[in-house]
């Protein structure tokens, strides 16, 4: 059976009802016969503690539900809010993998990485974003600058 929603939210809770994540869409095509949904326009929502702290866009996706595993396609742009523990972190990359359940995130493309005062770029990535982790694997090139421009001296 073939089932296609037009404008979709899924709303995914751990044991305790409180949602982990959210997923949500243009529209959503799922293909029960092999176990996997095509999504069009995803936007994904990680939530720790009722607040959404990452969040991560693509053109498309493909979920596979019961693997706990999103395939974003195409250019991804990851957004990690600001909170007081964490700065504002922006990672943009291609064809992301991310398992949901223990929030790790993958790729074997360039990614670029954002933060205030910090510009990072390698190829392929692993993060962890539960334990606050992310590291780029090879060709790594990092650029510091003051977060302040007026830091700066001439």
């Known amino acids: 059976m073939q089932l296609d929603i037009t404008g979709f939210v899924l709303r995914v809770t751990d044991e305790?009802?409180?949602?982990?994540?959210v997923?949500?869409?243009?529209?959503?095509?799922?293909?029960d016969e092999l176990g996997l949904q095509r999504a069009?326009?995803?936007?994904l929502e990680f939530l720790t503690d009722g607040h959404i702290d990452w969040v991560w866009t693509a053109p498309a996706a493909v979920h596979y539900p019961a693997a706990h595993r999103l395939v974003l396609l195409g250019t991804t742009e990851g957004l990690r809010l600001p909170s007081p523990e964490q700065p504002q972190t922006e990672i943009t990359s291609a064809d992301v993998t991310i398992v949901t359940d223990t929030r790790e995130v993958f790729t074997d493309a360039r990614a670029t990485l954002v933060r205030p005062g910090l510009f990072m770029t390698g190829i392929g990535m692993h993060a962890d974003v539960a334990a606050d982790l992310i590291e780029l694997?090879?060709?790594v090139e990092?650029?510091?600058a003051p977060e302040n421009p007026r830091d700066m001296r001439r």
């Open 23 to 31: 997923l949500e869409g243009e529209s959503l095509q799922q293909f």
């Open 137 to 139: 694997r090879s060709e």
């Open 16 to 21: 305790r009802g409180e949602i982990t994540h």
């Open 40 to 43: 069009e326009d995803p936007r």
């Open 142 to 144: 990092t650029v510091y």
